[in-house]
């Protein structure tokens, strides 16, 4: 099973200033198809998770792009360029790669 | 617009079967390869229960033992859970979503086990 490690756990962020998640995996997340198997969802109080990005970099529909990932290997990065306060909430990585598909313990961003 | 509907009870018993229906609408079965459940425990990350194709192709997180089930019915849209012999710990906040990526999900349904 691939295990995914999250720092920080916890970030308290002023409104307007930039944010960075990193992600670690216990091996490279490159699939034959020459794409990294790791997304990003943010989870706020009473909602399902959201997707924010795909396959490493790709922002989900709708997701400002004050957010953007980035990484490869067994390292990855989510930032947030200017926070706001609706951004607040848990954020996981997941890996995609192989079943059992694993999410990261979460970061939880407050501002 | 695809939607994910959930339903089923809210309270199951110890040793009893966790039973859930995610039911596509906007769409079909068909809108998506790929089916998942991922569950939300108290105090807990996510955790990825297992997925089912379209065409019954199943995968199962080892971590729950053979006691997950999952089924499509493709005349009415709708995928099942079932999850047997529950415990306290297998009470917890649960969604079905599309897969891969995960970009539609179900409103989520609490389920506690409790006598």
């Known amino acids: 099973e691939i295990v995914l490690t999250q720092s920080p756990l916890s970030l308290s962020v002023t409104p307007g200033e930039p944010a960075s998640i990193s992600c670690g995996s216990s091996?490279?997340?490159?699939?034959?198809?020459?794409?990294?198997?790791l997304d990003w969802y943010l989870q706020k109080p009473g909602q399902p998770p959201q997707l924010l990005i795909f396959l490493v970099s790709n922002r989900a529909s709708g997701v400002p792009d004050r957010f953007s990932g980035s990484g490869s290997g067994a390292d990855f990065t989510l930032k947030i360029s200017r926070v706001e306060a609706g951004d607040v909430g848990i954020y996981y990585c997941?890996?995609?790669?192989?079943?059992?598909?694993?999410f990261g313990p979460g970061t939880k961003l407050e501002t | 617009q695809v939607q994910l509907r959930q339903s089923g009870p809210g309270l199951v018993e110890p040793s009893g079967t966790l039973s859930l229906t995610c039911t596509v609408s906007?769409?079909?079965?068909?809108?998506?390869?790929?089916w998942s459940w991922v569950r939300k425990s108290p105090g807990k990350g996510l955790e990825w229960i297992g997925e089912?194709?379209?065409?019954?192709?199943?995968n199962y997180n080892p971590s729950l033992k053979g006691r997950v089930s999952m089924s499509v019915d493709k005349s009415k849209s709708q995928l099942s859970l079932k999850l047997t012999f529950v415990t306290a710990a297998d009470t917890a906040v649960y969604y079905c979503?599309?897969?891969?990526?995960?970009?539609?999900w179900g409103q989520g349904t609490t389920v506690t086990v409790s006598s």
């Open positions: 979503t599309k897969w891969h990526p995960m970009d539609v």
């Open positions: 091996q490279s997340l490159l699939h034959s198809n020459g794409h990294y198997y």
């Open positions: 997941m890996q995609a790669l192989q079943t059992p598909y694993t």
């Open positions: 089912i194709s379209q065409s019954g192709d199943t």
């Open positions: 906007g769409g079909s079965i068909s809108y998506s390869n790929w």
